[in-house]
Structures are given as structure tokens and as C-alpha cells.
């Protein structure tokens, strides 16, 4: 997986941003232009100033501002130094916040005296607000009435509350009498069948009696919904209010005073940016910590989304009525954006990174970029995520902290940046970016709690969001890094090792991708390594080295928990040859060369145990993967086990195609990075074992699947909820459901037409990220026909389809044998499944006839509808006839008679 895989043996768990702490003073590597002696005391200086800026108290008691500073130290005449800081204060009571940026000049006044002799602002930054405790109004209401993409909400008399931020609505609150709601799909959705078969399943999570609503929304946005949801509204005081509302709001103010309390300068945030609307309205159920809603976001890839708790991370998304009847593609609509990458893309990434300098789990990095606007705008938000695992890791992989020495310009010129909470921070420019511009930004930044110092051998690196800018799916054109790490480990890095040496008891490596890199990451360690047997190759001829490391401590035995695995070197050469050979194998299917220099394979001895995860030009593998089947299967594996440890490889050196070669435009097209590499994968199967082998991989795609009860589509499958599994489901329908759609297509087609298929999609899409509907436009080229019946039941549908048929045979007058019945089809839902009336699937479904002298021949059937009629005549005397005895259409299940 690109992002994470695992077997059904193992625990599944979602793939979830964590936050990242800025902190308030930045200690980054010192400058060689400042001499050790003085550092510490440059240093002390702009502490004091730092202190005794937030020693300063409002009138009630409350540290009502504070500083920061790069303490990156700039020479200057008369042996005088310069550092930027930052002052944040509080104003207006609490409800504003100016960030200034002063440049201080410090001078010494004695040998281990330093003073600022200077402090001039060199820009302010305005615009942050937040509510502050007295910033509502009082309502009473005669009406409510929401009406707006399937959802309803009424109310009879009742009372409100509008909270304002520095003067603009921002949030309600209100109860009434015979408060209800009511969801149904818009019937255009075609989610109605479906929301139904939800229901079904736990219907107190749906029919339930409200006690409150909230409604969220823009600035203008919240002014429109208060004049046309809201009769007669009359204003009045908080004692007036009933029970209901100011018990709730007394609660959150409580809350709020708490946190202001902890952190008075915490909660700011900036104005909404022109042009983005968005509401939030939800039902709470009475007495529980539940509710129900609409959220609508007209930035959003689909703008409506349909919430209930427990149901991550949406029931169901859909594009808003606005945009169904605007007659726009779908091959427009599906590349919309994500809200992270509405305004910029990732054009180039150059710069060092250097890990364990001050402590084990630091790293230091001055970072260069160069970004290409979407869109105008005039500030960009910027932070570390990083993809959190099992609930062990959580417990033992320390949280990132990033600190800010400075980001600058393409003349050098330091931007003003401001922290906004404790997870993110928004860097401000001095004129409006213009779409299509590109800019270049330098970043100098430390992150103290990047490296996971987890054994003398092993250092785990955050790899999901380490970079701040550059996000999961960015196709980073140029991509160039020196990293330094201490001398006795290995590094390994994106692209090509350009360089190596050893200085001052660091290692220093220089790497350079000669091909768009996508999720970028470094590890590094103290390993023994094996190089493949198996020469891979580009389409040149060029040899392509494959190696395979494992950490030293992983090959001892001992406790799984501090990383020792008891691996036997003798288990690499396996693993890395697989590699090598799927490289060899998937160049000629696909017809595009490997992208990158070399391939690295390491194992992670703290991952999900049976595992694979797949950046640029390096496998990570779960330590148990190198143990071998009879092993595992000693642990109570099961044949599973066998079967994942044939593909594991192949599955993640797929993603060099299928997510580096060929990347997703957006999170809504995530599926086909994992279905296409998974569907590769069972092509190396069938290469290296045979057709069985191959059968098997796809009977176990069915297998997981059914059980998995999934009900959102494979295209929606990191963004809406998967069914009663959770995200076990979600991960079934791009890993299962999504592969099975191309082995039907191959059953459908041939392997002539499907191979040609494969290799146009690989060609015509190298170097780009697609949506879904690049896949279908090629397929209707390929094949020749409109494939819209396909990708719409397969991708983009619900539902597995049920057979019931009753064939048989009889000779004929004219010596012939007839083959006759009938096939009755329903499509299925969920773990009860509910049948989805009206729905049915179409595919050409072989019947097999097997002949009396052992001869078999295979005859396509169009089943379509709830009924089809089955009638063909063969030459030679029948045995037996099989529908379906491939697994040729997916099915839920198969039944041997005339009706269901």
C-alpha cells in the first residue's frame, strides 16, 4: 500500500492526520557565522527579551501576549549581530490578535553581556479574531424551518443563541418546541436505497428524539440563514433563554474560560477567505453524545456531506444541488480539489535535512521550494501530520513538534508567519500570488520529535507529512536532499545516491530523483543488506539496483516489542529477488520504464507486523513479512498468511507505477493507487506460480470482501464511512472489490484487449495525476464501447449482485445439445443484505460446458436485468454445465436454482 497495507489477520486501523505543536521559541542548528562562545549568550539575550515580554499583564491578571524568534543569527557591521522575532498580542479585549515582526540588533557589552540595542518593526500582521464570552445575542424564535440537499429541521417557539467573532455571526445555538428532523437522499443522489439498508442496521443512530441544534457557518453565509430559517425572531437576555439552550451554553463557556485559562492567546484564527461558504447544522440526541447533520462547504470536492456519529468520516458525500444541475463532466467535477490543495501545487522540494543533531528525535532542515499557484491568494497555511497507526504506536512514536527558524522569499526577504494554535501556522505575503505564478519559498525549520529513537539499529521517521507544504498525493517534479545523520548509520533516501562522505562524525548523503517523486520519506539505521540475484532493468537495458536492509537488532531473537524479530539473513534474498522480478515483469506489461534510480526495501520493525508501505523508490515492509509462511502459520496465520507473503512484494513495487509513474489528483481517486497495484500484484502471482495461484489471490478478494459487508463505492473509499466494519470496509472495496473489477474486465475482454488496456493506461497517464474518468475514457477506446455500465456498478456503485440459475441440458433433433435456463439476478447490501430494488448489474457471465471427453469450452451470457434467459446448442454431448465457475463476475452469492 502507498499509504498503509495490511491482511485481514491483522489489525486495520484508519489512516488519521495528528496535529503538530509550533512551539513559541525556536531552537534550531547553531549558525557557523556565530561564534560558540557568544551563541549562548546572543541567545540568553533574546530570552530575557522573550520573558519579559510575556511577564507583562493586562489589567485582569492574564498574560495577555508573548514573543518568539528564529534565533538564526545574521553578522553585521561592527561585530554586531541581527535575529528576527516575533511579538503576538492580545487586543480588544481578548477578541483580537496582532502578530508584529521586529528585527533586533544586540551588541555586546561586556564578554558574556549582550544587549538589543535596537528593536524595528518590520511588519504587522491584522485579521485573527475569536469569540470572547459576552459576544452573543438572545433569541426567541416563533419558527424554524431548514430545508436544504435532503435534510429537515423544524421547530415550533423556541429560544437562540448567535455567537459572534469580532463582530461578525459565526455559530448558533437553539432549541424549541417539537424540534425535528427528518434526512432523505435528493432522489438525483441516488444514495436512497442505500441510506435505507443503513437504517436498518441501528436505527436509533438515525430515528432519534433531538434536544438541541448547532449551526456553524461563514460569515455571510450565517447572516443569510438567520434572516430566511429563523420567524420571528425577537432579541432578550440570557434569563429568559429556556433551560435547554443555557444549560449548553453555560457549559461552553465553561470549557472555553478553561482553555483561555491554560492558554490565554489560544483560539484566534483568520477572517474567512472571500468566496468560501460553508455551514454546519446538527441534531443532537436527547441525553446522549450523539448527533446527526448536514456539513456544506462549496470549497469541498463534493459540497455536501451527510454526518452522524460513529459514521467517519462521512455517511455519505454528494456533489450540492447547485452543482448537479450546472450540466459540468463528471470528468470536471471529479477534479475538484481537495481543500489542502486548492491553491498551490508542489513543483520542486530541494534543500538538507539533518536528524539526531541537538537530541536522538530531533531533525533540523533548511528547505527550498517552489510552488505553483491554483489560485490567487495572499497567505498559506502550513504544518507537520503524520499517519498514526496501531494504537500501540500512538502510545510510543512521540508526537512531531515543529519550530520555525524562518521562511523567506526568492530575494531572501523574511516572511511574516503567525502561529495559530498548537498544530499549525499560516505564512503571510506582502502582495496577492497570482494563479499560475509560481514562487519560491526557504523554509528553515526544526521538528524535535521527528525520530522515533526506537533500538541502537532501528530510527523511525515520521513519512506522512514531514515536509511542511508538500502533502500525500503531490507530484513533486524536482526533488534533491543532503541529509546528515551520525556516522555509523546508513540512509536511504528518494531517487539516486549522487554523493557520500564523513565529516565531524556526521554521514553525509546527496539524493536526486530524476523522475516526480510522491510521498517522499528517509530512514535510516544500522542495517545488513542484501542485493538482488535478479538483475532488474530499464526498457534500456539500464541495470536498476534492488537491495534489501534489515535493521541489526531485528535479526536477534527476543521480544517482538523492543524490535527483535529473530530474522535470518538467509530470508532477504527471497523478498528482493520477488522485487527485482516484479520491476522486470511490470515493465513490459506496462511498457514504462521503472521511474526512478534504484530500489530500496527495509523492513520497520515497529509497523503493523504484516505490512507494506510504498514511498518512492523505497518498500517499507513489516518485520514479520521476512519470517516465511511455515513460521507464521506455526502463530495460527492460516493460509491467508501464504497468500499475502506471495504478493506483498509485488503489491509495493506496483505503487512505482501506480502511485509514483501515475498519481491521484485528489483523495476522492485515491482507490485506483492501491486496486491497480493489488490487480498487479495477482499478475505477478499468476507469472511466478501459475493460473491457479492467480484464482486463488481473486477467490480471497471475494472472500474478504463479503465478509467485510462494505457500503460506500470503491471511489469513495477513503471518504465516506465503509460499513458496520469501519474502515476494515473501506480498505476491502480498494483492495478487493477494486482488483476483482479488473479481473472482470480481463474475463469480459481477453487477455489481449485487457493487457492493451493496461498498457495505454499506463502509457498515456505516466507523469500525471488522474481521476477516474482518465480510466473510463481510455477503456471506451480500448474496447470500443460506452463503458459506463462498468464503472458506474464496479467503482462507483454499491452493492454486490446475487445469482439464482437453473440450467440443464437436453439433446436435439438435429443432434445438437441445447443448454437452457434462466438467471435471476438482485443486487445486496450490508451484513443483512437488504436487497437494493431496481438494481441490477450487467456482465457477460460465461456458462462452462464440460464435455463428456473431457474437453471444456466457455459461452458468454449478457445478464442484465432481474431475468435473463439462458439458450445456446453445442456440437458435442455435455457432462455438466457451470455459471459463473471462475468467479468471472464478482457475486455475493451463487445459487443453484430457479428463484432466490
Given at each position: 500500500?502507498l499509504?498503509?497495507?495490511k491482511?485481514?489477520?491483522a489489525?486495520?486501523s484508519a489512516?488519521l492526520?495528528a496535529g ?5 521559541l525556536?531552537?534550531p ?6 561564534p560558540?562562545?557568544d ?8 530570552k530575557?527579551f522573550?520573558?519579559?515580554?510575556y511577564e507583562?499583564k ?11 524568534s ?9 561585530g554586531r549581530y541581527?535575529?528576527v522575532?516575533?511579538k503576538d498580542?492580545?487586543e480588544e479585549g481578548?477578541r483580537?490578535?496582532?502578530t508584529?515582526?521586529?528585527?533586533l540588533t ?7 553581556q549582550?544587549k538589543?540595542?535596537?528593536?524595528v518593526l518590520e511588519?504587522t500582521v491584522?485579521?485573527m479574531?475569536?469569540?470572547?464570552p459576552?459576544d ?7 419558527g424554524f ?5 435532503g435534510?429537515?429541521?423544524?421547530s415550533g ?5 448567535v ?8 455559530s448558533?445555538?437553539f ?7 427528518s434526512?432523505q437522499?435528493?432522489?438525483?443522489t441516488d444514495?436512497?436505497a442505500?441510506?435505507r439498508?443503513v437504517?436498518n442496521l441501528k436505527?436509533r443512530?438515525?430515528?432519534f428524539v ?10 455571510d453565509?450565517c447572516?443569510?440563514?438567520?434572516e430566511?430559517?429563523f420567524?420571528?425572531l425577537t432579541e ?6 429556556d433551560a435547554k ?7 461552553r463557556?465553561?470549557e ?12 484566534f ?6 468566496g468560501?461558504?460553508y455551514y454546519t447544522?446538527l441534531?443532537?440526541?436527547k441525553?446522549?453524545d450523539?448527533?446527526l447533520g448536514l456539513?456544506?462547504?462549496n470549497?469541498?470536492?463534493k459540497?455536501?456531506s ?5 459514521y467517519?468520516?462521512a455517511l455519505?458525500?454528494?456533489?450540492s444541488?447547485q452543482t448537479?444541475?450546472?450540466g459540468?463532466s463528471?470528468?470536471?467535477l471529479e477534479r475538484r480539489p481537495?481543500?489542502d490543495?486548492?491553491?498551490?501545487d508542489?513543483?520542486s522540494?530541494?534543500?538538507?535535512v ?6 536522538p ?6 528547505i527550498?521550494y517552489?510552488?505553483?499557484a491554483r489560485?490567487?491568494?495572499d497567505?498559506?497555511g502550513f504544518g507537520?501530520?503524520?499517519m ?6 500512538k502510545?510510543?512514536v512521540?508526537r512531531?513538534?515543529l519550530?520555525?527558524?524562518?521562511i ?9 508567519w503567525?502561529?495559530l494554535?498548537p498544530?499549525?501556522?499560516m505564512v503571510?505575503?506582502p ?11 526557504e523554509?528553515?525549520f ?6 522515533y529513537?526506537?533500538s541502537w539499529s532501528y530510527?523511525?521517521?515520521a ?5 511542511p507544504?508538500v502533502r500525500?498525493?503531490d507530484?513533486?517534479?524536482e526533488f534533491e ?9 546508513t540512509?536511504l533516501?528518494?531517487?539516486?545516491k549522487?554523493?557520500?562522505r564523513?565529516a565531524d562524525g556526521r ?9 516526480p ?6 530512514i535510516f539505521?544500522k542495517?545488513?543488506?542484501?542485493e ?6 530499464k526498457?534500456?537495458?539500464t541495470?536498476?539496483p534492488?537491495t534489501i536492509?534489515?535493521?541489526?537488532n531485528a535479526l536477534?531473537?527476543g ?10 539473513p538467509?530470508q532477504l534474498?527471497?523478498l ?7 520491476i522486470n515483469?511490470?515493465?513490459?506489461l506496462?511498457?514504462?520504464d521503472?521511474?526512478y534510480s534504484?530500489?530500496?526495501?527495509v523492513n520497520d520493525?515497529?509497523?503493523g507486523a504484516l505490512?507494506?508501505?510504498a514511498?518512492s ?6 518485520s ?11 502463530f ?11 504478493s506483498v ?9 501506480w502511485?509514483a509513474?501515475?498519481s491521484?489528483?485528489n483523495?476522492?481517486?485515491y482507490w485506483f493507487v ?9 499478475i ?10 492467480y484464482?486463488?489471490?481473486v477467490?480471497?478478494?471475494h472472500d474478504d470482501?463479503?465478509q467485510?459487508d462494505?457500503?460506500?463505492s470503491?471511489q ?8 458496520p466494519l469501519?474502515g ?7 483492495y ?5 473489477a479488473?479481473h472482470?474486465?480481463r474475463e469480459t ?13 499506463a502509457?498515456?497517464l505516466?507523469?500525471?495525476q488522474?481521476v477516474t474518468e482518465?480510466m ?12 459506463s455500465?462498468?464503472?458506474?456498478q464496479?467503482i462507483r456503485?454499491v ?6 440459475f437453473?440450467l440443464?441440458?437436453r439433446q ?10 434462466t438467471?435471476?439476478?438482485r443486487?445486496v447490501?450490508?451484513?443483512k443484505?437488504?436487497v437494493l430494488?431496481?438494481r ?8 462452462t460446458?464440460?464435455?463428456?471427453d473431457?474437453?471444456r469450452?466457455k459461452?458468454?451470457?449478457l445478464?442484465?436485468?432481474e431475468?435473463?434467459e439462458?439458450?445456446?446448442k453445442?456440437?458435442k ?5 457451470v455459471?459463473?465457475g471462475?468467479g468471472?463476475i464478482l457475486?455475493e452469492?451463487m445459487?443453484p436454482?430457479?428463484?432466490?
Amino acid at each position: 500500500m502507498l499509504g498503509m497495507r495490511k491482511t485481514c489477520l491483522a489489525l486495520v486501523s484508519a489512516l488519521l492526520c495528528a496535529g503538530v505543536g509550533l512551539s513559541a521559541l525556536a531552537l534550531p542548528a547553531a549558525d557557523d557565522a556565530v561564534p560558540k562562545e557568544d551563541r549562548e549568550h546572543l541567545e540568553q539575550a533574546v530570552k530575557d527579551f522573550i520573558e519579559e515580554i510575556y511577564e507583562q499583564k493586562d489589567e485582569e491578571e492574564r498574560h495577555f501576549q508573548k514573543a518568539r524568534s528564529s534565533m538564526s543569527f545574521e553578522p553585521i557591521d561592527g561585530g554586531r549581530y541581527q535575529v528576527v522575532a516575533y511579538k503576538d498580542i492580545v487586543e480588544e479585549g481578548g477578541r483580537t490578535m496582532r502578530t508584529e515582526r521586529y528585527r533586533l540588533t544586540l551588541e555586546k557589552e561586556s564578554d558574556e553581556q549582550w544587549k538589543i540595542s535596537e528593536q524595528v518593526l518590520e511588519d504587522t500582521v491584522t485579521g485573527m479574531s475569536r469569540y470572547m464570552p459576552g459576544d452573543e445575542k438572545f433569541f426567541t424564535f416563533d419558527g424554524f424551518h431548514f430545508d436544504r440537499e435532503g435534510l429537515k429541521v423544524d421547530s415550533g417557539p423556541g429560544s437562540l443563541i448567535v455567537f459572534f467573532r469580532n463582530g461578525k455571526r459565526s455559530s448558533m445555538l437553539f432549541t424549541g418546541r417539537d424540534l425535528s428532523y427528518s434526512y432523505q437522499p435528493p432522489p438525483e443522489t441516488d444514495l436512497d436505497a442505500r441510506y435505507r439498508a443503513v437504517k436498518n442496521l441501528k436505527s436509533r443512530d438515525f430515528d432519534f428524539v433531538p434536544e438541541l441544534a448547532s449551526l456553524r457557518c461563514s460569515e455571510d453565509l450565517c447572516g443569510e440563514l438567520l434572516e430566511t430559517l429563523f420567524e420571528g425572531l425577537t432579541e432578550t437576555t440570557r434569563e429568559k433563554i429556556d433551560a435547554k439552550s443555557g444549560k449548553e451554553y453555560d457549559r461552553r463557556i465553561r470549557e472555553m474560560e478553561r482553555s483561555r485559562r491554560e492558554n490565554y492567546l489560544s483560539g484566534f484564527r483568520f477572517d474567512d477567505l472571500p468566496g468560501n461558504e460553508y455551514y454546519t447544522l446538527l441534531v443532537k440526541k436527547k441525553g446522549k453524545d450523539h448527533f446527526l447533520g448536514l456539513r456544506y462547504d462549496n470549497w469541498a470536492p463534493k459540497e455536501v456531506s451527510f454526518v452522524v456519529s460513529g459514521y467517519w468520516p462521512a455517511l455519505f458525500t454528494y456533489y450540492s444541488e447547485q452543482t448537479r444541475s450546472s450540466g459540468k463532466s463528471v470528468y470536471e467535477l471529479e477534479r475538484r480539489p481537495d481543500e489542502d490543495g486548492r491553491f498551490f501545487d508542489v513543483v520542486s522540494v530541494k534543500g538538507s535535512v539533518d536528524l539526531q543533531t541537538k537530541t536522538p528525535e530531533t531533525m533540523d532542515a533548511d528547505i527550498h521550494y517552489q510552488l505553483r499557484a491554483r489560485e490567487d491568494f495572499d497567505r498559506l497555511g502550513f504544518g507537520i501530520v503524520v499517519m498514526e497507526r496501531s494504537d500501540d504506536e500512538k502510545k510510543s512514536v512521540t508526537r512531531p513538534r515543529l519550530t520555525v527558524s524562518y521562511i523567506k522569499d526568492g530575494e531572501g526577504k523574511e516572511l511574516s508567519w503567525v502561529q495559530l494554535g498548537p498544530n499549525y501556522g499560516m505564512v503571510i505575503f506582502p502582495r496577492t500570488i497570482k494563479k499560475g505564478e509560481i514562487i519560491p519559498l526557504e523554509m528553515k525549520f526544526s521538528n524535535g520529535k521527528a525520530v522515533y529513537d526506537f533500538s541502537w539499529s532501528y530510527k523511525y521517521m515520521a513519512r506522512g507529512g514531514w515536509l511542511p507544504f508538500v502533502r500525500f498525493a503531490d507530484m513533486i517534479d524536482e526533488f534533491e536532499l543532503t541529509i546528515s545523520v551520525p556516522e555509523q548509520y546508513t540512509t536511504l533516501g528518494i531517487g539516486k545516491k549522487m554523493a557520500e562522505r564523513v565529516a565531524d562524525g556526521r554521514r553525509i548523503t546527496e539524493w536526486k530523483a530524476f523522475h516526480p517523486v510522491t510521498f517522499p520519506t528517509i530512514i535510516f539505521g544500522k542495517y545488513t543488506k542484501a542485493e538482488s540475484t535478479v538483475q532488474a532493468r530499464k526498457l534500456d537495458g539500464t541495470p536498476i539496483p534492488v537491495t534489501i536492509y534489515v535493521d541489526e537488532n531485528a535479526l536477534t531473537e527476543g521480544s517482538a516489542a523492543s524490535g527483535q524479530w529473530g530474522i535470518r539473513p538467509k530470508q532477504l534474498q527471497p523478498l528482493v529477488d520477488q522485487a527485482a522480478q516484479a520491476i522486470n515483469l511490470y515493465e513490459r506489461l506496462y511498457g514504462v520504464d521503472y521511474p526512478y534510480s534504484k530500489l530500496d526495501l527495509v523492513n520497520d520493525p515497529i509497523g503493523g507486523a504484516l505490512y507494506g508501505q510504498a514511498p518512492s523508490s523505497i518498500i517499507y515492509l513489516g518485520s514479520l513479512v521476512f519470517r516465511g509462511a511455515a513460521t507464521l502459520e506455526s502463530f495460527g496465520g492460516g493460509r491467508g498468511v501464504s497468500k499475502f507473503l506471495k504478493s506483498v512484494v509485488a503489491h509495493e513495487t506496483g505503487h512505482q507505477w501506480w502511485g509514483a509513474s501515475t498519481s491521484n489528483f485528489n483523495s476522492g481517486n485515491y482507490w485506483f493507487v492501491e486496486s491497480l497495484a493489488e490487480y498487479s500484484s495477482a499478475i505477478y502471482t499468476e507469472q511466478a506460480y501459475g493460473r491457479k495461484a492467480y484464482l486463488q489471490q481473486v477467490k480471497a478478494w471475494h472472500d474478504d470482501l463479503v465478509q467485510a459487508d462494505t457500503m460506500c463505492s470503491v471511489q469513495d473509499g477513503y471518504t465516506a464511512w465503509g460499513g458496520p466494519l469501519g474502515g476494515y470496509g473501506n480498505q476491502r472495496n480498494i483492495y478487493s472489490r477494486g482488483p476483482y473489477a479488473f479481473h472482470i474486465l480481463r474475463e469480459t475482454f481477453g487477455d489481449k484487449k485487457f493487457f492493451n488496456y493496461l498498457y495505454n493506461l499506463a502509457q498515456k497517464l505516466a507523469q500525471k495525476q488522474i481521476v477516474t474518468e482518465d480510466m473510463k475514457m481510455i477503456s471506451e477506446v480500448v474496447f470500443g464501447a460506452d463503458m459506463s455500465w462498468f464503472w458506474d456498478q464496479w467503482i462507483r456503485g454499491v452493492g454486490l449482485p446475487e445469482y439464482a440459475f437453473k440450467l440443464s441440458t437436453r439433446q436435439t433433433e438435429d443432434g445438437k445439445y441445447l443448454v437452457e435456463g434462466t438467471v435471476r439476478q438482485r443486487v445486496v447490501i450490508g451484513p443483512k443484505n437488504e436487497v437494493l430494488e431496481g438494481r441490477y448489474f450487467r456482465g457477460a457471465i460465461p456458462v462452462t460446458v464440460f464435455y463428456t471427453d473431457g474437453t471444456r469450452e466457455k459461452k458468454p451470457v449478457l445478464v442484465e436485468g432481474e431475468l435473463t434467459e439462458v439458450r445456446f446448442k453445442v456440437d458435442k454431448k455435455p457432462q455438466k454445465v457451470v455459471f459463473n465457475g471462475e468467479g468471472e463476475i464478482l457475486a455475493e452469492r451463487m445459487i443453484p436454482s430457479s428463484s432466490f
